[in-house]
């Protein structure tokens, strides 16, 4: 029955439109498509973004991982190597610091009015994306797969059950969420 | 609380808005085997505008045959979000054409066209930087952390790194 959704193209893509409605509502809601909210995470002056982010994560991890022990789900692990990772999540920390949305907030900020994650943000990554596109080749054997570890998860590396690993993160994140609190951020 | 009430008001809990998120990301497993993620619609686009000027042979570039240049889940996804906060921001009333965020005119002044040129190329290295890591905030940073996805979490503490340091230096040393 879900292999028959997840084959008919028409109701996916009306499915993703509809998830992304809902998921730019919430993050405009929540105050991540502005972006003074989002420099003032990296400034550790608003924690909004952590705090989203985090119970994101933490909703999402036990209820993903509760559908593929019943069988309802599969995981796709992105695939990932230093050489990829590293610098790529570098370079787009930088991009972070100077735009002040990400991608997926950059798009929310359009929805809300703002003209620079239009013409800047989202003009931009387009761009980026198409230099990357082109420099792709160059940097596929020297740089990108050098490192490889796989499309691996942090369970299947420490060979545990996964829901060990579930706990253990959702303590934790539990104990930053309260710290957080508890200092009045 | 009265629910039409809720539905205007202009911010919700950052924790509420999190579950939601969460629960978002159970149905696009559940009824899309897909996580939700952003950044491969920005790459699918950029290859549709370079696809549009430079004919048919842009399929034939090797990241475009892994990333066609077609509207699928994820871009009609990214069009959706749009969509979605241009609701939320009419209902609660915080939409409005801007082009210089508060914080940052407090910092560097209301040029609209400095700010214009900042975030064009911040959003050049953004661009460069997601697809080289293969993932954004969200499909790194939220699905791919939930999934307990090595690559993920290696690369969400790369994401704050370098945005941490990068806004320091611009906020605290530069201006």
Redesign the interface.
């Known amino acids: 029955m879900?292999e028959a959704?997840?084959g008919r193209k028409g109701l996916?893509?009306?499915?993703?439109?509809?998830?992304?409605?809902?998921?730019?509502?919430?993050?405009?809601?929540?105050?991540?498509?502005?972006?003074?909210v989002i420099?003032?995470q990296?400034?550790?002056e608003d924690f909004?973004v952590v705090?989203?982010?985090?119970?994101?994560?933490?909703?999402?991890?036990?209820?993903?991982h509760a559908?593929r022990s019943l069988g309802?789900?599969?995981?796709?692990?992105?695939?990932?190597s230093m050489g990829?990772?590293?610098?790529?999540?570098?370079?787009?920390?930088?991009?972070?610091?100077?735009?002040?949305y990400?991608?997926?907030?950059?798009?929310?900020?359009?929805?809300?009015?703002?003209?620079?994650?239009l013409?800047?943000?989202?003009?931009?990554?387009?761009?980026?994306?198409?230099?990357?596109?082109?420099a792709?080749?160059a940097?596929?054997k020297p740089v990108?797969e050098r490192g490889d570890?796989g499309?691996?998860?942090?369970?299947e590396?420490l060979r545990l059950n996964?829901w060990v690993?579930?706990a253990v993160?959702s303590v934790a994140i539990f104990a930053l969420?309260y710290f957080l609190e508890r200092s009045g951020v | 609380m009265d629910w039409l009430n809720w539905l205007t008001m202009e911010?919700?809990s950052?924790?509420a808005?999190?579950?939601?998120?969460?629960?978002?990301?159970?149905?696009?497993?559940?009824?899309?085997?897909?996580?939700?993620g952003?950044?491969t619609?920005?790459?699918r686009?950029?290859?549709m505008?370079?696809k549009a000027f430079r004919g048919a042979g842009v399929d034939e570039?090797?990241?475009?045959r892994q990333f066609a240049p077609v509207?699928?889940?994820?871009?009609?996804?990214?069009?959706?979000?749009?969509?979605?906060?241009?609701?939320?921001?009419l209902l609660?009333g915080?939409?409005?054409?801007?082009?210089?965020?508060?914080?940052?005119r407090e910092a560097a002044g209301d040029s609209?066209v400095l700010?214009?040129?900042?975030?064009?190329?911040?959003?050049?290295?953004?661009?460069?930087?997601?697809?080289?890591?293969?993932?954004?905030?969200?499909?790194?940073?939220?699905?791919?952390?939930?999934?307990?996805?090595?690559?993920?979490?290696?690369?969400?503490?790369?994401?704050?790194?370098?945005?941490?340091?990068?806004?320091?230096?611009?906020?605290?040393v530069w201006l």
């Open positions: 879900l959704i997840h996916q893509l009306t499915l993703g439109f509809l998830l992304g409605i809902g998921f730019g509502f919430l993050l405009q809601r929540g105050g991540a498509t502005r972006f003074d420099i003032g990296l400034l550790f909004t705090k989203i982010m985090l119970s994101a994560v933490l909703a999402g991890m036990v209820g993903v559908l309802l789900a599969r995981l796709h692990p992105k695939p990932g990829s990772i590293v610098p790529g999540g570098l370079i787009f920390g930088l991009g972070f610091g100077i735009l002040g990400c991608p997926g907030t950059a798009a929310g900020a359009v929805g809300q009015g703002s003209l620079d994650a013409f800047g943000g989202i003009l931009g990554i387009l761009i980026g994306a198409g230099i990357f596109a082109a792709y080749p940097l596929r990108l570890f499309a691996r998860t942090i369970p590396i996964a690993v579930v993160v969420l | 911010r919700w950052p924790y808005v999190g579950i939601g998120i969460g629960v978002l990301s159970w149905l696009a497993f559940l009824l899309s085997d897909k996580p939700i952003c950044s619609a920005f790459a686009t950029s290859g505008i370079e570039k090797p990241y475009y509207i699928d889940w994820e871009w009609m996804l990214v069009l959706g979000i749009v969509v979605g906060a241009l609701l939320s921001s609660s915080g939409f409005g054409l801007s082009w210089v965020p508060p914080l940052w609209g700010r214009w040129g900042v975030a064009l190329a911040g959003g050049v290295l953004m661009g460069i930087g997601a697809r080289w890591a293969g993932g954004c905030t969200s499909g790194h940073g939220i699905s791919g952390t939930l999934q307990l996805a090595t690559s993920s979490w290696l690369a969400v503490v790369c994401f704050f790194a370098g945005g941490i340091a990068t806004a320091m230096l611009i906020y605290r």
